[in-house]
């Protein structure tokens, strides 16, 4: 839940909360309070909303390898509420800036970091998996192994298919599949998803279940995609269940057309 106030960054790390601080303490204290009026409701729906908020910056900035005084966000956030602040609003205002710049430093060099090593060990993968009976490379890098043949149709890029799917990271993290989505097949035109799919599944015939191991540059590059890192190689088993040719709707245009004239 993102708070109802818009804080960035520099801003919470003034206003924090003392939540962040009680690790080390009992929740007794907490399971306490009395949440029974409206005021009381809405008084700690905007701290706990700052509160959570906050708290993953925090965490962040301390993957960042950033150091964070929690007590002194406590006492700044108290000192602030009382109007006892011992900065001058421009001095802190730099010192913010500084903070949040530093900040996104250490977010860009770290995702460099990780964009390279993904690329590293993807290429590691590919070449160990190429290896394996029954793996076929392309002339793209696409590797693909049929784990089931089918006797259907083949589809083109402009066509529409329907499949069901997983897929997942070389570390066997699955990001996504149909599974996830209520099981049902999902359909959707071949030439607007990524290249390494447009490619692989013209190669099956309906009916047939490939497994796919699909290059960063023929999935999303060095896009970092939340459950997708960047530079990420992936594997995908998909199963064709169905193909709807692109030109298949032409004719029922053409007499919907005409039955308006």
């Not at 003392?18 to 409701?41: F, G, H, M, P, R």
Request: glycine share 8%.
């Amino acid at each position: 839940m993102k708070p109802f106030y818009k804080f960035s960054l520099v801003a919470l790390a003034v206003l924090g909360l003392a939540a962040c601080n009680q690790e080390q303490k009992t929740a007794a204290s907490d399971t306490n309070v009395q949440l029974n009026t409206d005021t009381q409701k809405e008084a700690y729906s905007v701290g706990a909303s700052i509160g959570r908020y906050m708290a993953s910056h925090i965490k962040e900035q301390e993957e960042l390898g950033i150091p964070v005084d929690r007590d002194l966000i406590v006492t700044g956030f108290k000192q602030g509420l009382a109007g006892n602040i011992q900065l001058k609003d421009d001095e802190m205002q730099k010192i913010l800036e500084s903070l949040d710049k530093k900040v996104n430093d250490q977010r860009q060099s770290k995702a460099k970091e990780v964009s390279e090593k993904n690329l590293k060990d993807g290429q590691a993968y590919l070449d160990q998996n190429k290896s394996k009976s029954g793996v076929k490379t392309t002339a793209s890098g696409l590797q693909y192994e049929v784990l089931q043949e089918g006797t259907g149709v083949k589809p083109k890029a402009e066509d529409t298919v329907k499949v069901k799917y997983k897929g997942t990271l070389i570390d066997g993290t699955e990001f996504d599949s149909t599974d996830k989505h209520g099981g049902e097949p999902i359909e959707f035109p071949l030439n607007r998803v990524i290249p390494g799919w447009t490619e692989g599944v013209q190669l099956m015939s309906v009916g047939s279940k490939y497994r796919f191991v699909i290059p960063a540059n023929l999935a999303y590059g060095d896009r970092d995609m939340g459950t997708i890192p960047a530079n990420s190689t992936l594997i995908f088993e998909v199963e064709l269940l169905g193909v709807t040719p692109a030109d298949a709707a032409k004719p029922a245009d053409a007499a919907k057309a005409d039955s308006t004239k």
